[in-house]
């Protein structure tokens, strides 16, 4: 293989390695281009593409050529040597510039004058339809092969083509998926506002005027209220009405994960933190620049990591896991939990002055057993998204919602919603009746035949929690993996912890490192 074989096959692997930057389109047509000059010893080279918001080709990247000679570097279709190339998708070249009176030399980076240089040019084609021009100039010299180079080219174009092919159609996708996501954001916002506005109930009227009002402002926004009242969905709608409704929306439960997870997950960590850092992570502070960080079951962050939020929600600064170099960000905080937060601060488990922090704006969203006005309001809602998501209608005779309407739902919208879900799965009819949601809600014969003779009852039993016992083996089933056991008895994982804890059944399980083995 000769010398010049050699080097172009270097200059094909090396263009291939920069398919990574093919996102950064004009950054790798750069790195392209100067692979090329560099190993063909090459003058100058361009890439010219077709603007069809202004009907010009213009350089999207170059080797050789300054800023100023760049944006001078503008053609019509047809136009000089480059448009003509572009028209007939034929590749070209002209032994010397010089005696050529199609070349405009319009970049004026060529003294013509003083060079006698040999312009190649090949067409840029994506399934046959030409894009733009792939051109070099060379030194004029007779022991060269040019027709050699010109193919050579033209390998080159097939790699160019994919790479705009390759930022065409992720930028087709994103466009996409962001239409398709302001359409869902402002159908969520719609249709919950709606529904909210539609409320017969005077405490989420109230609920609602107070998310407008507090919607356009910086503060920072605490929301209470029992588990599954809809706080994580009031969040979303309060930073959808925001000014800051096209930045991320951002959500983590602080209940979920360890003290040293959560710490991490929140602000980031660099390699080597700890172990198991093998790369660096952004936090979820750092991903909600710009937007709103929703931090639900706030009461569950230790002091240790209470002392670090205080300082970013008064500093808007932080430190990643590992580093000591300071990081800014500009994010709203809103705040959520089921606990009363005054009553953990006078038993030293929440900082006062974080407590103060959180609570500039507090909104109490009432249970569902509060406001039984809305339940009808509330099911024929959650009906509507269920129909299109199922493609099936069902609906509920006036007993069946009477009963539903009665009933005290103790996950409040959570539960109601996954009852309506399992209802669309499981329904034989259209016609869902009495007997039905009774049977799902596992009531007795003897409860369902109260409801049809007192139909004024306003509360009924929910279903039996599982006592220690039940707890305490279905852990030990399970190696003590809480999420595990919560599955085999039909709970979440938090509600099972509020469960251990209420049963005070931290002292009955094993410990694993100095720490109970589901924590």
């Given at each position: 293989m000769s010398n010049l074989n050699q080097i172009k096959l270097e200059v094909l692997y090396q263009a291939?390695?920069?398919?990574?930057?093919?996102?950064?389109?004009?950054?790798?047509?750069?790195?392209?281009?100067?692979?090329?000059?560099?190993?063909?010893?090459?003058?100058?080279?361009?890439i010219v593409l077709y603007d069809p918001e202004i009907d010009r080709l213009v350089i999207k990247a170059s080797y050789g050529l300054n800023s100023e000679e760049?944006?001078?570097?503008?053609?019509?279709?047809?136009?000089?040597?480059?448009?003509?190339?572009?028209?007939?998708?034929?590749?070209?070249?002209?032994?010397?510039?010089?005696?050529?009176?199609?070349?405009?030399?319009?970049t004026g980076a060529r003294k013509i004058?003083?060079?006698?240089?040999?312009?190649?040019?090949?067409?840029?084609?994506?399934?046959?339809q030409t894009i733009g021009v792939l051109s070099v100039d060379r030194l004029f010299n007779k022991n060269i092969d040019y027709m050699e180079d010109l193919r050579f080219l033209e390998i080159m174009e097939l790699i160019i083509a994919q790479f705009v092919k390759l930022r065409n159609d992720f930028k087709s996708k994103e466009e996409k998926l962001r239409q398709e996501n302001l359409i869902l954001r402002n159908e969520l916002k719609n249709r919950f506002t709606d529904f909210m506005a539609g409320s017969r109930n005077k405490k989420m009227q109230q609920v609602l005027e107070m998310i407008k009002r507090v919607a356009a402002t910086k503060a920072t926004v605490l929301l209470l209220g029992e588990s599954g009242t809809g706080k994580t969905l009031t969040a979303r709608l309060i930073h959808q009405l925001s000014t800051r409704a096209d930045y991320p929306f951002v959500k983590i439960n602080c209940a979920v994960l360890p003290e040293n997870l959560l710490e991490a997950e929140l602000f980031g960590?660099?390699?080597?933190?700890?172990?198991?850092?093998?790369?660096?992570?952004?936090?979820?502070?750092?991903e909600a620049e710009g937007g709103t960080i929703f931090l639900d079951e706030i009461g569950e962050l230790s002091l240790k990591l209470q002392a670090k939020l205080l300082r970013f929600i008064q500093e808007?600064?932080?430190?990643?896991?590992?580093?000591?170099?300071?990081?800014?960000?500009?994010?709203?905080?809103?705040?959520?939990?089921?606990q009363e937060l005054d009553n953990l601060v006078k038993k030293g488990k929440f900082r006062e002055d974080l407590y103060f922090r959180l609570n500039v704006f507090p909104i109490y969203i009432p249970p569902l057993?509060?406001?039984?006005?809305?339940?009808?309001?509330?099911?024929n809602f959650i009906l509507q998204r269920l129909t299109k998501e199922y493609?099936?209608?069902?609906?509920?005779?006036?007993?069946?919602?009477?009963?539903?309407?009665?009933?005290?739902w103790p996950g409040n919208i959570r539960e109601l919603e996954n009852f309506l879900e399992r209802l669309f799965i499981v329904a034989d009819n259209p016609k869902v009746s009495l007997k039905d949601v009774s049977h799902m809600l596992k009531k007795t014969s003897k409860e369902l035949n109260k409801t049809q003779v007192h139909p004024q009852i306003t509360s009924m039993t929910p279903p039996t929690e599982p006592n220690a016992e039940e707890i305490l083996e279905a852990l030990k089933q399970n190696n003590y993996i809480v999420a595990r056991a919560a599955k085999d008895l039909g709970m979440s994982f938090r509600q099972l912890r509020y469960r251990i804890k209420k049963l005070g059944l931290e002292q009955q399980i094993p410990l694993k490192r100095g720490r109970p083995a589901l924590f």
């Open positions: 291939c390695k920069v398919i990574g930057q093919a996102l950064d389109l004009n950054r790798a047509l750069r790195e392209i281009l100067n692979i090329l000059a560099q190993k063909l010893n090459m003058a100058r080279a361009t760049e944006k001078k570097g503008i053609y019509l279709p047809g136009e000089g040597v480059t448009g003509q190339i572009f028209l007939s998708g034929e590749p070209c070249v002209v032994m010397d510039v010089s005696k050529e009176p199609l070349f405009l030399n319009k004058k003083k060079e006698n240089i040999s312009f190649l040019a090949v067409p840029i084609k994506i399934e046959e960590y660099k390699r080597g933190a700890f172990t198991g850092a093998f790369t660096d992570r952004q936090g979820k502070l750092a808007k600064e932080f430190e990643q896991l590992g580093s000591s170099k300071t990081k800014k960000v500009d994010v709203r905080i809103i705040t959520a939990t089921n057993r509060e406001r039984k006005e809305d339940l009808p309001l509330l099911v493609q099936r209608n069902i609906y509920l005779s006036p007993q069946a919602m009477e009963f539903l309407t009665n009933y005290s």
